[in-house]
């Protein structure tokens, strides 16, 4: 069987992608019913039976076209007035016709004029009306004509009323602002099929540019080719494939889902993932009011040999589903397809938002970027099943009326992070980009702002593998965002560290007030403000301080989960500067949010550094002062070391040689025996030390730096 290039139809802009549905449906069912379309890069691909000589012939001469009217709208034709001049003059012209291609056409109009006369006198149907209208023409036309009132209308059942909802691709039921796309469709039949003017111009139309010139066609394509010119042909073999995007009948399953559930991978928008977003697209402008958009419809693109009947019922079918249920915005669509795929064959979506443009007065089909289906579905998008949940109470928040713009801003940010590691599950920067913003999102909650939505929920020990990019930044964030006072045997953590940073209470925000009047608790154990990594550690090291003194503990109540301790090498790039701690500290905030008990329950490989650097002799001795434990000798004794917390606060003002000082006394009191004397760094470099006494370590690191200070008294600790 032949195959046709058809690189006249292309999956960008709308109308030449809809051009090769309609090219598949007409052959298909008008001249070959074992015809086969499929995507081939940029280009469709057409295998037939008919030579490239009789597929021409088959449009020029048989081709029957669709029935396509809309006489509850403007510019239909069937009224008197001069703005229906146009529509009615192409209207006459396929009445008064007397081609048997254009039967069907001529008989659907008939019935359109019966109804017309009989129950609304001739006169165009209020808006009271206009349902009965589209009812009884659904009811009285059969055949083809029917799947043109499929695309452009679908029927709404609620309990008490029956409601027409106007599919987006077509406009509002055949008109686009102040045009009529039925107009332009019946003046290119006209053009086309009776006139029989532009027969030079449908093998541009089918197989792309030739060097004939075909004219100049006046007639707007709408939102469908909102920027460039089309030839009657183009117009005529895109509204034909808009027929294959038909809208089934449905039952309202609820008030809030029902406007999104009526045509075929269609959900409301999201102006989230691609570089031009705007939430103005989300919306449309009337009055100075804002209504809802038009949302946002996926077109699958599919690589294999197609019939059309099997091409027809992935869009009769139409619609993907997520564990949350069926997919009703943006990303619960890119959801569904990075998770579940929509239907095998498919390779790719498109997705297109009807966004309002021109000043308001109308719409143009927007390509907003494209989302490939995975053949195997990734383990780590399941990641993101966490969320599913918190997402949408955190959508709900940044767009009420006084949200502040910084509560808009991170939601955003999250969202474009999200529609990015979706599609590149591989990447562990991209995850990370998701931490961050994850982060972020609680930074502005913890100032009152979008609190209501809860903080990040409870995440699965499987981030760490999807995030880990073999940073030192990375785990030492792990490092610092898992530890806490102990572990039991089974590994459930005893008072972790997250409630320095959220003002928790049984895993949600602990408020104060109702209503409008609920403010987040404020206590003093809130010590990380999320602007200054070193100031953080700082601070977190010293609350955890304070509290065991006030306790009468001489220990730092600060243990590594296990698997999760600081390792020298990326202590050693830490204490040097080498290292960007705003980053770890952000970074832990976010996986703060990890499940401890899944954590303790999982199999781990431990994350491990290359690097085999130790950290300064003089900073070694620093954390040996100030263990959250007593290290051991060889042959088993405890060595006592009572933590002073003067040693920290020296440091952390900048005193290096004080401190150095002070935790050498506190050693040789254990009876450590070092070559360290003295040492003195900038205060620049003190306070850096001092932020890495909040990355804890294992008891065989701690006897690797007793080791290398004191051999006399090292142990051979084990993990």
Known sequence: MPIHHLNGCAPVPLAH???????????AEQADPSARGWWEGEQFRLMTKLPRKDLESYFLESYDPTPIFNPWGGRSGYYDGQSEKSARSALTAIENSESSRLQRYRSAIEAIRTILSSSFDNKKPTDDDRSRLILSIRLA??????????????????????????????????NEGSGSYTSAYMAAIEACLIE???????????????????????????????????????????FEGACVVRSAIS????????????????????SYGYPSESRADEYALKNGKELPGRGEQWFPLWTQPTMFSELNQIFVEGRSNTKQGRATDGWSMVRAISTRGVKQGIHEFIRYGYFQRNNQATHFAVPLGRYRVPDQVNPKIFCLDDLDAWLPRLRR???EKHAPARLRLVERRLSDALFAVAQHPDEPDRWQSVMLALADVEAVQVTGSGFKAG?????????????DNDTAEFRLGLACAMQATGFSQEGKAFDPIRRHWLP???????????????????????????RNGIADALALFERRLVEATRRGKRLVPLVAARYTAAQPSDLASLVAGAVDIDRVMTLARAMMAIDHSLWAQRPH??????????????????????????????????????TDPAIFRRLASGDAAGAVELALRRLEAGGIRTAVRVATAPPETARLWAAALAFPITRLTAATFLRRIDPSTASGEQL
């Open 397 to 399: 928040q940044a767009l």
């Open 605 to 642: 490989t431990p994350l491990r550094s290359t690097g085999n650097a130790y950290p300064d002799d003089a900073w070694l001795v620093i954390r040996l002062a100030l263990l959250p434990w007593s290290p051991k000798t060889r042959q088993g004794s405890e060595i006592h070391i009572g």
């Open 504 to 530: 928790l209470k049984r895993g949600r925000y602990d408020t104060s007030g109702t209503g409008s009047h609920a403010r987040l608790a404020l206590a003093p154990e809130l010590v990380l403000k999320g």
């Open 196 to 238: 029989r003017r532009w027969d030079h111009a449908l093998r541009e139309a089918l197989f792309g540019r030739t060097e004939q010139p075909w004219g100049i066609w006046d007639k707007s394509f709408g939102q469908f080719l909102p920027d460039g010119t089309a030839s009657p042909w183009d117009l005529i073999l895109a």
């Open 141 to 174: 036309l059969r055949g083809p004509s029917t799947a043109w009132m499929e695309a452009v209308t679908a029927v709404m059942n609620s309990e008490n009323d029956i409601e027409i909802i106007q599919p987006a691709l077509l406009g509002t039921g055949g």
């Open 455 to 467: 903080p990040v929920p409870r995440l699965r020990p499987e981030w760490v593998s999807a995030a």
């Open 17 to 27: 992608y809809l051009k090769a549905l309609g090219i598949l449906r007409l052959v």
């Open 251 to 270: 039952s309202r399953n609820n008030i809030s889902t029902s406007r999104w559930l009526s045509s075929p991978f269609y959900v409301e928008s999201n």
